[in-house]
């Protein structure tokens, strides 16, 4: 049975970059889609990105500017780089995975979730 | 940035059914991108409950069912139970925004 786990700093100062990791066991990290999600206190649910088993990647239009997905096979982990954080990137995030019948990514739902991580953005 | 539109809340008594509808437009559900639906629930991992729009993953009680026509979709849920109290979310794909996309989210209360 395939689990993800969020891990990473809980408090990040305005400006500076958000950076979190999420640990795949139970599966390889070399297939699939892999993804992260956030949910600002009292709002919905947002997509960040995701980047597949072969390094590509494909961000958020409203997030790309300042998101960078990464992927670490050797360790099973991948992780999000969030650059120039304000207090509007104060949320907790999520990793899945990205999951589907179809050739076409985006037709793909998120199967599998990590429980979250809360990141607070503030001095 | 939502751009798909669920009811704030919807509540029902143990054992009734209460529906979520799912309301988008033309570059994400009436555009043929699938549905799918997740139950948040405070604490802990979001679980997938509905998949392509209406097929249940193993695990999931078939008291839950999706289906989507034109540009919306909704959820279901019969026989209402205290455990269903949640938030849940549709989400899908849309193409003018090149991004997945998810619903404003519904709170289900048990009444």
């Known amino acids: 049975q395939v689990r993800l786990q969020e891990s990473g700093p809980g408090l990040v100062k305005p400006s500076e970059t958000l950076s979190l990791t999420c640990t795949v066991s139970?599966?390889?990290?070399?297939?699939?889609?892999w993804t992260w999600i956030r949910q600002p206190p009292g709002k919905g649910l947002e997509w960040i990105g995701y980047i597949h088993s072969s390094g590509s990647t494909n961000y958020n239009p409203s997030l790309k500017s300042r998101v960078t997905i990464s992927l670490d096979t050797s360790k099973n982990q991948f992780s999000l780089r969030l650059t120039s954080v304000t207090a509007a990137d104060t949320a907790v995030y999520y990793c899945?995975?990205?999951?589907?019948?179809?050739?076409?990514?985006?037709?793909?739902?998120?199967?599998?979730w990590g429980q979250g991580t809360t990141v607070t953005v503030s001095s | 940035q939502s751009v798909l539109t669920q009811p704030p809340s919807v509540s029902g008594a143990p054992g009734q059914r209460v529906t979520i509808s799912c309301s988008g437009g033309r570059s994400d559900i009436r555009a043929g991108y699938d549905v799918h639906w997740y139950q948040l629930l405070p604490g802990t991992a979001p679980k997938l409950l509905i998949y392509g729009n209406n097929n249940r993953p193993s695990g999931v009680p078939d008291r839950f069912s999706g289906s989507k026509s034109g540009t919306s979709a909704s959820l279901a849920i019969t026989g209402l139970q205290a455990e269903d109290e949640a938030d849940y979310y549709c989400q899908s794909y849309d193409a003018n925004l090149s991004a997945f996309v998810f619903g404003t989210g519904t709170k289900v209360t048990v009444l």
């Open positions: 899945a995975r990205l999951t589907g019948d179809s050739y076409y990514y985006y037709y793909y739902a998120m199967d599998v």
């Open positions: 139970g599966g390889s990290i070399s297939t699939h889609y």
